[in-house]
């Protein structure tokens, strides 16, 4: 199964930011894809395909991080994009108190690894993923989006369960949650 941890934002930082992408321009451009509302997280570490038989030990690992850490009070604010061309990524950004989910998302990679788990390497960028307009919105539209994004600030909240998740790519992709932890 396809796994990763991550951090779901409460509903009401969900339809905040929601109303605020509905004034988007990629909103309204045909074939970018949209995450959707009910998929938004905070993917603290992907894992990939993990054999069945190794779902105990990943959920051990999560455990473990989740009984050491705290719960950051975060919010959704500013934002920016990834890539160029057809693997453009727009984001929204994670502030607040950001230092102790770096912690918590380098005590779950290290748990982990320490279990012989898969998990990426890359290094940890908290973000939330709104859209993937990859070349089908003109530059211009995107600096737009990017410029307003800049001056959003959603609603602080607190980061209390850490979550693992099987991705299923779809189309259209989706998420099951499998379990959750109190942070």
Same mark, same amino acid.
């Given at each position: 199964?396809?796994?990763?941890?991550?951090?779901?934002?409460?509903?009401?930082?969900?339809?905040?930011?929601?109303?605020?992408?509905?004034?988007?321009?990629?909103?309204?451009?045909?074939?970018?894809?949209?995450?959707?509302?009910?998929?938004?997280?905070?993917?603290?570490?992907?894992?990939?395909?993990?054999?069945?038989?190794?779902?105990? #030990? @990943?959920?051990?690992?999560?455990?473990?991080?989740?009984?050491? /850490? $705290? &719960?950051? +009070?975060?919010? *959704?604010? !500013?934002? %920016?994009?990834?890539?160029?061309?057809?693997?453009?990524?727009?984001?929204? #950004? @994670?502030?607040?108190?950001?230092?102790?989910?770096?912690?918590? /998302? $380098? &005590?779950? +990679?290290?748990? *982990?690894? !320490?279990? %012989?788990?898969?998990?990426?390497?890359?290094?940890?960028?908290?973000?939330?993923?709104?859209?993937?307009?990859?070349?089908?919105?003109?530059?211009?539209?995107?600096?737009?989006?990017?410029?307003?994004?800049?001056?959003?600030?959603?609603?602080?909240?607190?980061?209390?369960?850490?979550?693992?998740?099987?991705?299923?790519?779809?189309?259209?992709?989706?998420?099951?949650?499998?379990?959750?932890?109190?942070?």
């Amino acid at each position: 199964m396809r796994l990763f941890a991550a951090i779901y934002p409460p509903a009401v930082a969900v339809a905040d930011l929601t109303a605020r992408i509905k004034g988007l321009r990629v909103a309204s451009a045909r074939h970018a894809r949209l995450a959707d509302p009910a998929n938004l997280h905070l993917t603290l570490a992907f894992l990939g395909e993990v054999p069945d038989v190794r779902l105990p #030990d @990943v959920e051990s690992a999560l455990a473990s991080a989740a009984r050491s /850490a $705290r &719960s950051p +009070r975060l919010r *959704l604010a !500013g934002g %920016g994009s990834f890539g160029q061309g057809r693997s453009t990524v727009l984001w929204v #950004d @994670v502030r607040g108190e950001v230092e102790a989910l770096d912690a918590l /998302a $380098r &005590s779950i +990679r290290g748990g *982990l690894r !320490g279990a %012989g788990l898969p998990c990426d390497d890359k290094p940890f960028r908290p973000h939330l993923t709104i859209a993937r307009p990859g070349d089908r919105v003109p530059e211009a539209d995107l600096r737009a989006d990017l410029a307003t994004l800049d001056e959003y600030a959603g609603p602080e909240w607190p980061a209390d369960r850490l979550t693992l998740v099987h991705s299923h790519p779809g189309p259209p992709p989706s998420h099951t949650r499998v379990t959750t932890w109190p942070l």
